[in-house]
Structures are given as structure tokens and as C-alpha cells.
T-cell receptor, first 114, second 112 residues
Framework: NAGVTQTPKFQVLKTGQSMTLQCAQD?????MYWYRQDPGMGLRLIYY???????DKGEVPNGYNVSRLNKREFSLRLESAAPSQTSVYFC?????????????FGSGTRLTVV | KQEVTQIPAALSVPEGENLVLNCSFT??????LQWFRQDPGKGLTSLLL?????REQTSGRLNASLDKSSGRSTLYIAASQPGDSATYLC???????????FGTGTRLTIIP
């Protein structure tokens, strides 16, 4: 099925461990995003990529790095996980549709840091 | 910096009732506003998009309104059904910027 695929769906890390969240889309969208969702705070933008080879910081980038490997893939890396990074992470992509943009979201990765 | 708030955080209503979800934003210079639905364990699905020049949009039992000057949007759901139970999020974009700024969400439960 066409869409945004995130792996893994669940992960438990110990404080200080590192990991990479993977995201891939097969819709030929130019822009991709990483958001985190915490209770009572909605989704907050971590990083954004407008095209292959470009990335920009969002609202909450500290503690994260990203890599836009190619047009399809946008990965999020936690170098040294902290309990404050316990959250649900969503990857999304977008494409221009007339004067607006259409967005497609992945189903999320639930990360717990203990 | 745009801040988007949704009140209440949770809402339970009996099946069949009409209901209104609220969204407020601090910066009225928006390009558009969208309402999304989020089901547990799934991604977000776009429900309605309102351009800054529009006052409302309708899709089936859903009607979204926008009052830019007061920084408010509402999502009206008519004749609610148990299948409407989900979290509803509003999000804005600004001119020249495709990034979404999300509200805090309202978790809706329709009681059969």
C-alpha cells in the first residue's frame, strides 16, 4: 500500500543508548517531517526536509539528528536517549496540491526510554 | 510564534448528539487551517481544510468554520456516531510555509 512506513512500531531504550527511527514514503513527495506527540501537547515538529539533501530544525530539535538519505527515506537518530524523549514519533510527507499541501502520516513509533 | 490550543482536552457525548470542537490560534496571519482525525495506533487523516479567505467547509456530517480575526475555528459534527470516537487535531500553516503547527487535540468519545 502506498504511504508512509515507519519502523519500528515500538521500542524500549535504556538511558544513554542510541537508535535510529526509520521512515520511508513511496509517493514521490518532496517534503518530509518528524514530529513527536506528548500528552496534552499535540504534535511538535522536530526536523523538516524540503528536499533530498536538505534538513531544517523544527520546534524541538535538541537531542536529535536527521538524515535525508534520498527522496524516499528520512531517518531520525537519538544519539544518547533520555527519559524526556519518551514519546510517540510520527513521520509525515507532503506534496503540493494546487495552492495547498496534502499530508500523509505514518502510524507512529512509540518509544520508551527507561 | 504560533500557538494553537484546543479546549476541551476530552469530551464524551451520547450517540446522536450534535457537537462542537474548538480550536484557537494566536497568530491570525494563517494561510490555512486543517482538521485532522487520529485513531489509536494510526496516523493522522485530514478531514477538512479551510483557506484563510474562506469562512467554512463541509464534508458529510462535518462542518468546519474559521474566524481569522478572532483566531478561532470550530468543527461541528452532526448526529454523532460511535465511529466518530477519535482524537481530533487542528493545525495551521502560515504564508510561504508548508509546515503544520498543531493544536493540543480533543479526545472525543461517543457513548452508544
Amino acid at each position: 500500500n502506498a504511504g508512509v512506513t515507519q519502523t519500528p512500531k515500538f521500542q524500549v531504550l535504556k538511558t544513554g543508548q542510541s537508535m535510529t527511527l526509520q521512515c520511508a514514503q513511496d509517493m514521490n513527495h518532496n517534503s518530509m517531517y518528524w514530529y513527536r506527540q506528548d500528552p496534552g501537547m499535540g504534535l511538535r515538529l522536530i526536523y523538516y526536509s524540503a528536499s533530498e539533501g536538505t534538513t531544517d530544525k523544527g520546534e524541538v530539535p535538541n537531542g536529535y539528528n536527521v538524515s535525508r538519505l534520498n527522496k524516499r527515506e528520512f531517518s531520525l537518530r537519538l544519539e544518547s536517549a533520555a527519559p524526556s524523549q519518551t514519546s510517540v514519533y510520527f513521520c509525515a510527507s507532503s506534496v503540493r496540491q494546487g495552492f495547498n499541501y496534502g499530508y500523509t502520516f505514518g502510524s507512529g513509533t512509540r518509544l520508551t526510554v527507561v | 510564534k504560533q500557538e494553537v490550543t484546543q479546549i476541551p482536552a476530552a469530551l464524551s457525548v451520547p450517540e446522536g448528539e450534535n457537537l462542537v470542537l474548538n480550536c484557537s490560534f494566536t497568530d491570525s496571519a494563517i494561510y490555512n487551517l486543517q482538521w485532522f482525525r487520529q485513531d489509536p495506533g494510526k496516523g493522522l487523516t485530514s478531514l477538512l481544510l479551510i483557506q484563510s479567505s474562506q469562512r467554512e467547509q463541509t464534508s458529510g456530517r462535518l462542518n468546519a468554520s474559521l474566524d481569522k480575526s478572532s483566531g478561532r475555528s470550530t468543527l461541528y459534527i452532526a448526529a454523532s456516531q460511535p465511529g466518530d470516537s477519535a482524537t481530533y487535531l487542528c493545525a495551521t500553516t502560515n504564508f510561504g510555509n508548508e509546515k503544520l503547527t498543531f493544536g493540543t487535540g480533543t479526545r472525543l468519545t461517543i457513548i452508544p
